[in-house]
């Protein structure tokens, strides 16, 4: 058996809102799932004849009708009036169905997969955002499944569409991260592994999503589009956040400032980026970022060298402008996949998000990046510094992992 137990890096922090989600979950299944399971319906009750007459054609290749029955339970009732059903969609039914689930198992499972990756998540994205980035990953994942599923009158529910969009998330904004593997085979074999998150993840969406989803044929009782949809809605945000923070304003220049130099052109941006140039060269960093910010992304590529951008992005971040700073990074790593200067680009990159951001996680992309560049003893021995740093706040040990990646 192969259990999943945690990620690594993953430092020590309180991640409320997973623990909120984790908490109206196994609250709902406490307090209405497990005492309704047991409470077996009244006979005459009309919605039984409702939910026979709909649910059983659909359920029929898997489930006689005489077993539907005997194992009715009012859960299943309260499912089939709150679940989300394709054939007769319902807003709330699509908020509820994503916090119901089918059993423990179901409930177990998906909520180690939020407790591992959700954490992560949360930090680089900020509570409020991490909310609606779940619920809104849930919300997509349900449409995909009522796509695919059009005309279904089965109920869905889990957590699964939206955890599914938080692997997206995690797919996209750690590269480099890593998953504790538990591997039981008692007697003879226990021992944890770090293996490649996205890898595991890649797994998870082709392994036990993709190809069931193309192989099954009528009502495999889960719903694998809900999963793939979610998954996908979750990279695709998270690609345009990642975007987003590479072209955007940072938060010290985002409040419109008149610019000391006149404004830079897109059809002659020579002249002008020689003043910027100028400006930097002779220490008027403060001008030379008040325009460099003020110009559309597309005009600043290639706009600073990789000496300027470093200079400038040193001077902001000395100066308490460590979004600023970064933003300059981002765009010289962006400007210069192959050029000079790029471990040390990733290396303050990863301080800055280390030292002056509070985002470990984040910096360790960065620095593991910077190693991989093959640096000078140095930089390297600054990399290899902030890496331990991150893996000193670790908050779950377990075991003496074997790592199949390692610096």
Do not use: C
């Not at 007769?88 to 177990?108: K, N, T, Y």
């Not at 002056?356 to 360790?364: I, S, W």
Request: charged letters at 15%.
């Amino acid at each position: 058996m192969i259990l999943p137990i945690g990620d690594a890096p993953n430092p020590r922090g309180v991640p409320y809102v997973t623990y909120l989600l984790i908490a109206a979950n196994v609250a709902l299944y406490a307090l209405v799932a497990l005492p309704l399971s047991y409470d077996r319906p009244d006979l005459n009750d009309p919605a039984i004849a409702e939910y026979v007459r709909t649910v059983a054609p659909a359920v029929a290749h898997r489930m006689p009708l005489a077993s539907l029955l005997q194992g009715l339970s009012q859960y299943d009732l309260f499912v089939f009036a709150h679940g989300f059903r394709p054939a007769e969609p319902a807003i709330s039914d699509l908020f509820v169905s994503l916090f119901l689930h089918a059993g423990l198992l179901h409930l177990v499972g998906n909520m180690l997969f939020l407790w591992i990756y959700g954490d992560n998540v949360e930090q680089r994205l900020g509570g409020v955002r991490y909310l609606f980035a779940y619920l809104g990953a849930g919300i997509a994942a349900t449409a995909v499944h009522a796509l695919v599923a059009a005309g279904s009158q089965l109920p869905t529910i889990g957590a699964s569409g939206a955890i599914s969009g938080v692997l997206g998330f995690y797919f996209i904004f750690f590269p480099r991260n890593q998953v504790r593997l538990l591997w039981l085979f008692p007697p003879f074999f226990m021992n944890v592994f770090l293996v490649p998150a996205r890898l595991v993840l890649a797994l998870y969406v082709i392994a036990d999503n993709f190809l069931p989803f193309l192989l099954a044929s009528g009502d495999a009782g889960i719903a694998y589009g809900a999963h793939i949809g979610g998954f996908f809605a979750g990279l695709a945000a998270a690609w345009l956040i990642d975007r987003r923070t590479v072209t955007g304003a940072p938060g010290e220049y985002r409040r419109p400032q008149v610019s000391p130099l006149k404004k830079i052109s897109r059809e002659s941006p020579m002249s002008e980026t020689s003043e910027i140039t100028d400006r930097i060269t002779s220490g008027q960093f403060d001008e030379a970022a008040l325009e460099y910010f003020s110009l559309p992304p597309a005009v600043t590529h290639r706009l600073l060298s990789p000496e300027d951008a470093m200079e400038l992005a040193g001077w902001l971040r000395r100066n308490g402008r460590p979004e600023a700073s970064l933003t300059v990074l981002r765009r010289h790593l962006r400007d210069y996949p192959r050029g000079p200067r790029r471990a040390e680009a990733h290396v303050a990159a990863g301080l800055v998000l280390l030292e002056d951001l509070r985002e470990p996680t984040a910096a360790y992309q960065h620095l593991l990046d910077a190693l991989d560049l093959d640096p000078d003893p140095e930089l390297a021995a600054i990399a290899r510094k902030g890496i331990a740093a991150i893996e000193s706040l670790q908050k779950l040990r377990v075991g003496r992992p074997r790592s199949f990646q390692q610096h």
